[in-house]
């Protein structure tokens, strides 16, 4: 048998979790409400409620998945990317409790674990496979060929599928996150009320920021016109928004699936929870005969049950790093 802790620190969520043989018994997320107020999170006070954050919820994982802390046999956290003072706190956390344990410690790329989080619950897509992954930081297209050999096909230029949902927010008056927000004002809106422009970038690369632009100006001038413009639409204005930026997201994957010849479809990280890009995907998959495969919702945004399937995988391995690694701000896919 294997108990493998993951620990995720990133960006704004503490969290953690206890895999047993393959099998998530417990994922414990500690959300940072403190950054609302700014409108985005807040790199110094994000890693200031890590700190405080992190023992509660290792003690919760650990006792909600039933085991002892001596019985843990390795613990795995997020190296990289996201914010260095973040990951700091999870890497501290991380290398302390391997030490104190005498068990090994393994490093995880944040990126691989949204995508393994397809390897927590069936059905599991088979290798390779296609991966969109899109959060608030990263949109990649990725093709996976197993569990950490991965070649990145096609990414952002600028702003990142969740930024645009979140900048989108914030022009609109919405706090922060504002992804969820804008999907649900979107489901009771017309998609089609306000056409925002298409980027052209070519390959398979993606372009937000034109969007953003394009929006911020549409707005400014309809309230100049109407000013209760935005309460007034604000439900065709989100839908809007979020069709155009999933029409980017799925016009890029199908020119991917097209070019490698790859059947099988994944979404992952924080949009993926986006509702309308989960329904126009399995629309989008069935015209295509494509498998798709979509994450369970507390799987899509950051969470420390990826962080611990992919540290069983590297447990299995006996992939371990020494007390030396240190966290990276970048870490390549
Ligand atoms: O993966 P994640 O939790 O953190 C990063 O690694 O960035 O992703 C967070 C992003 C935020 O931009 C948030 O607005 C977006 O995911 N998000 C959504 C939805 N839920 C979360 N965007 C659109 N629709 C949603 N339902
Ligand atoms: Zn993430």
């Known amino acids: 048998m294997s108990i493998v802790l993951g620990i995720e620190s990133s960006c704004d969520e503490t969290s953690a979790a206890v ?16 950054h609302e107020k700014f409108g ?29 802390k001596n019985d843990i046999d390795a613990v795995a956290f997020t190296r990289g990317p996201g914010l260095l ?7 501290s956390f991380a290398k302390a409790f391997a030490l104190a344990r005498h068990i090994p410690l393994i490093e995880v ?7 393994l989080a397809h390897f927590i619950d069936e059905p599991m897509p088979r290798f390779p496979f296609l991966c969109l992954t899109v959060s ?61 422009p298409e980027p052209q970038v070519p390959g398979l690369n993606f372009s937000f920021s034109g969007l953003k632009t394009a929006i911020l100006y549409f707005v400014q001038q ?19 928004v979020q069709s155009r930026i999933i029409s980017i997201l799925l016009n890029k994957l199908k020119r991917a699936a097209s070019e490698t010849k790859v059947t099988q479809i994944a979404i992952a990280g924080g949009v993926s929870a986006n509702s309308g890009l989960r329904a126009e995907l399995m629309a989008l998959g069935e015209k295509q005969g494509w498998r798709v495969f979509i994450p369970r919702f507390e799987y899509c945004t950051d969470n420390a049950a990826m ?27």
């Open 307 to 333: 962080i611990a399937i992919a540290g069983y995988f590297k447990y299995l391995s006996k992939d371990f790093v020494g007390q030396d690694v240190v966290p990276m701000a970048r870490y390549g896919i």
């Open 109 to 115: 790329n944040h990126m691989h674990a949204h995508i």
């Open 40 to 68: 985005g999170v807040v790199p110094e006070l994000a890693s200031r409620a890590h700190q405080q954050h992190i023992i509660p919820a290792v003690e919760q994982a650990i006792r909600e998945a039933k085991v002892h």
């Open 222 to 240: 309809k309230q100049r016109e109407q000013p209760d413009f935005l309460q007034v639409h604000i439900n065709d204005i989100c839908a809007s």
């Open 136 to 196: 608030g930081g990263h949109t990649q297209l990725v093709l996976v060929k197993d569990y950490f050999e991965m070649e990145l096909l096609g990414q952002t230029l600028d702003d990142a599928a969740g930024e645009a949902f979140d900048k989108t927010a914030k022009i609109l008056g919405l706090p922060y996150p504002g992804g969820p927000l804008i999907d649900r004002y979107a489901q009771e809106g017309n998609g089609e009320a306000f056409p925002f």
């Open 19 to 34: 895999c047993i043989d393959g099998s998530i018994r417990s994922n414990i997320i500690a959300n940072q409400t403190i």
């Open 85 to 91: 003072g973040s990951l700091l706190v999870g890497t």
